[in-house]
């Protein structure tokens, strides 16, 4: 596979192995195995995640960055630990980069309101691709109407890939804020996000980069991107729900204003007026989703106990496997055939609505995804009101795409 | 009947009615009309109905995109409300709506294969697809003039 985007050190994972971390995998459904193909809705968390936030319930549970008791001293700990490793596992030049949010969408929020608002008058653009995810586009519209700011839409083409030449293009004086998703969530096209942020950057144009199918699929190098925000969720990396994080660097998170007033993001409070504490604490106020950031935590060791690269490997191998697989099925046609793809395929079948392919195949234990995606307009630009979606993660084997073939072919019988 | 046998029956009379619609097309004369969205799956349709002076639904059809099952109810709905009265048809909406969202048990009079639709309170997500042409007929019936949805 000549592609860059697949090019990979890695060598691939024992997915049997992989598969025995994950209770839930042992579920009937229907009176079938289990064949989990939805997780870019949201991912399975293997026992180490669960159990991790287990002990923290059982053995640790208080709250962090008040008390003197041992065990908010070792609630912290673990907290602020996990915050190390889930910058060390973006390549983070510092822990205190990364914001605990409760995930990629309240980290695009924070951006809007809080970096972007500020800077935004009448006339000036935003910019962002028509494959954005909902989360990508209506925060960037709330923000246009509160500033008369304009919103901007580089388009893609008919294989879902951008048009990097028009976006660079479109990046006039006027635009003062760039949205970009690196993994297409509804069409799985990988976005040239390095080459997007270089140009924007030679332009003094600040970038968002929306990362919540990008770091379970891949090695991700916030650095190496160039990008001013990364913004991702834990429960899309087989962490829990609730949780996840904004990257920018200091300066900037030093520079924002606060994006919620509460405990925890101050230093002094009087009733004359409030000293805010140090970010990234001046973004978190109230008490935080620990759990969640502890089991955050250990989802990136146990990502980084497989190794990205191999991650990034076994599932280009398996994303070949089952585009070959189901292009075989008659009437089926696959939407989105970027050449740089991560492990979604969306795709319609002939006689069949999506929402009725979820449907029956659900009675052969197969679970994915049918409707929009959360992105409305990508899949309309197919002239499609819905599609269903496979989308891969760790735990899939060939042998349950070949379940999924079997359960899409029974499908087709019905409305024959 | 066995629930299993009924299951594959209901099953059978959608599949029918979504790959063969009854009533499909459009209404030249229509007193009333109405169309029903579910943006979240893309649904559509358009129902058009023809109210005789006396109060009697004298024709009915309906055009629309969706799934099986949407396809399907607007089809049953078209073939039975023809022939009602206004009053009678709005006590089908109730009724249909009723059997699908709350008691589950069909109210005495709804026609036995207006019953298939019962097949979807075992899909809870796709109930919505069921009665979104009921909506419709509602909206059609007290001429609301607005984009009818299930929420």
């Known amino acids: ?416 | 009947m066995s629930a299993l046998d009924s299951a594959q029956s209901w099953q059978d009379t959608l599949i029918d009615h979504s790959q063969f619609p009854r009533r499909h097309g459009e209404l030249e004369d229509a007193t009333h009309q109405a169309s029903g969205e579910n943006p979240l799956c893309g649904d559509r349709v358009h129902l058009q109905l023809q109210v005789d002076s006396r109060g009697v639904i004298s024709d009915a059809r309906f055009a629309g995109v969706g799934c099986a099952v949407s396809l399907a109810s607007a089809s049953m709905l078209a073939e039975h409300v023809v022939g009602l009265d206004v009053t009678r048809a709005g006590w089908l909406f109730a009724a249909v709506r009723g059997m699908l969202t709350e008691t589950g048990e069909p109210a005495p009079g709804v026609p036995q294969d207006l019953l298939a639709l019962q097949l979807v309170r075992r899909y809870p997500a796709r109930v919505k697809c069921a009665t979104l042409a009921w909506h419709a007929l509602r909206y059609a019936l007290e001429d609301i003039r607005q984009v009818a949805t299930t929420e």
């Open chain 1, 1 to 416: 596979m000549a592609d860059p985007h697949r090019a990979s050190s890695g060598t691939g994972l024992d997915v049997d192995a992989v598969r025995a971390d994950f209770p839930v995998l042992e579920r009937q459904v229907h009176g079938h195995p289990l064949v989990y193909l939805d997780t870019a809705a949201s991912a399975q968390r293997p026992r180490q995640v669960i159990e991790a936030m287990d002990d923290y319930y059982r053995r640790y549970n208080a709250n962090i960055h008040r008390g003197v008791h041992t065990l908010s001293q070792e609630a912290t700990e673990a907290f602020e630990q996990a915050r190390r490793r889930v910058a060390e596992f973006i390549n983070a030049p510092a822990a205190g980069e990364v914001v605990f949010t409760r995930g990629t969408t309240e980290s695009i929020n924070l951006v809007a309101q809080s970096f972007a608002r500020p800077r935004l008058a009448p006339g000036d653009e935003v910019l962002i691709t028509h494959m954005e995810h909902h989360s990508n586009i209506v925060p960037w519209q709330i923000l246009c109407e509160q500033t008369g700011a304009e919103l901007q839409v580089a388009p893609i083409n008919d294989r879902g890939e951008l048009e990097v030449d028009t976006m660079v293009a479109m990046m006039t004086e006027q635009v003062r804020m760039i949205g970009i998703v690196h993994v297409s969530n509804a069409l799985g096209t990988v976005n040239p996000v390095a080459k997007v942020c270089h140009e924007a950057r030679q332009r003094g144009i600040p970038v968002l980069v929306d990362g919540a199918q990008a770091t379970p699929h891949m090695p991700v190098d916030v650095q190496a991107l160039g990008c001013d925000f990364y913004c991702f969720s834990g429960h899309k990396m087989y962490g829990p729900t609730g949780i996840g994080a904004l990257w920018a660097p200091l300066e900037t998170l030093v520079a924002m204003p606060p994006y919620q007033g509460g405990g925890e993001m101050i230093s002094v409070v009087s009733f004359e007026g409030t000293t805010y504490n140090e970010p990234p604490a001046k973004f978190e106020a109230g008490t935080p989703h620990i759990a969640g950031g502890i089991g955050l935590g250990a989802a990136v060791d146990y990502l980084e106990s497989l190794g990205m690269d191999n991650v990034a490997a076994s599932e280009a191998q398996l994303l070949d496997y089952a585009t070959e697989s189901l292009s075989a099925i008659e009437g089926l046609r696959i939407v989105g055939t970027a050449r740089a793809k991560a492990g979604v395929i969306s795709f319609t079948m002939d006689g069949i609505h999506p929402n009725d392919i979820g449907t029956i195949i659900d009675h052969y234990g197969v679970a994915i995804r049918t409707g929009h995606h959360c992105a409305m307009p990508a899949i309309r630009l197919f002239g499609l009101p819905a599609t269903a979606r496979v989308s891969l993660g760790i735990y899939n084997t060939r042998q349950e795409i070949d379940r999924l073939v079997e359960a899409l072919i029974s499908a087709a019988r019905l409305f024959a």
